[in-house]
């Protein structure tokens, strides 16, 4: 990208994260659905925020 003036120092950070499957089944891959937050949720996403944040913290 090119140089700017701005500052992207406090912009957040977004992070989209889908669940693929098993890594040895052969259907193993995402779709626009996944993307989007439209799939079948398998896993708590606030013990996911959770595990995330503490990770977080345990780094500063």
């Known amino acids: 990208l090119a140089a700017t003036e701005d500052d992207w120092q406090r912009f957040p950070l977004v992070a989209r994260l889908v669940q693929r499957g098993g890594s040895g089944g052969a ?3 995402i779709g ?28 500063r």
């Not at 989007?36 to 398998?42: D, E, G, T």
């Not at 013990?47 to 345990?58: C, D, M």
């Open 27 to 29: 259907a193993s891959d």
């Open 32 to 59: 626009a659905m996944e993307l989007f937050a439209a799939s079948v949720v398998s896993h708590d996403p606030f013990e996911l925020a959770k595990a995330l944040a503490a990770s977080l913290e345990g780094q």
